[in-house]
C-alpha cells in the first residue's frame, strides 16, 4: 500500500507544473484526497482538495486562479495543475487521503499520507 506524489522541479516564475498523486495497493475512488505543502520554517497548509467522486473541490486563496485539482479514478491518480508559480509557491507538496469520501474541513481528516515532491520556483 503506497500514496506516491511526484512531479515536482525546479521551474522558472511564470512556469507550470502538474504533480501527480498516485497510489498503488488500494483504490483512491472511495476517497477525498487533498494536496498540501510545506515550505521551510513553517507549517503544513491545506492547498487543494477533491472530493471522491470529484464534484467538490477547493483551491486555497493563496492559489487560487493558478492552481486546479482533478482526478482520473481510472488512473487511481490526482493532479494538481498549478501555473503562474511563485517563488513562495516553493515547498515540499504532498498528497493525502481523507478517511471518507467528503473534503475533511481540517487536516487532522487525513490519515494516509504519501511522500511529498519538492517544487522549487526560481530564476
Known amino acids: 500500500v503506497q500514496l506516491q506524489a511526484s512531479g515536482g522541479g525546479l521551474v522558472q516564475p511564470g512556469g507550470s507544473l502538474r504533480l501527480s498523486c498516485s497510489a498503488s495497493?488500494?483504490?483512491?475512488?472511495?476517497?477525498?484526497v487533498g494536496w498540501f505543502r510545506q515550505a521551510p520554517g513553517k507549517e503544513r497548509e491545506g492547498v487543494s482538495g477533491?472530493?471522491?467522486?470529484?464534484?467538490?473541490?477547493y483551491v486555497a486563496d493563496s492559489v487560487k486562479g493558478r492552481f486546479s485539482i482533478s482526478r482520473d479514478n481510472a488512473k487511481n491518480t490526482v493532479y494538481l495543475q498549478m501555473n503562474s508559480l511563485k517563488p513562495e509557491d516553493t515547498a515540499v507538496y504532498y498528497c493525502a487521503t481523507a478517511r471518507g469520501s467528503v473534503i475533511p474541513p481540517l487536516i487532522e481528516g487525513y490519515h494516509y499520507w504519501g511522500q511529498g515532491t519538492q517544487v522549487t520556483v526560481s530564476s
Open positions: 495497493g488500494f483504490a483512491l475512488e472511495p476517497y477525498a
Open positions: 477533491v472530493s471522491a467522486n470529484g464534484r467538490t473541490s
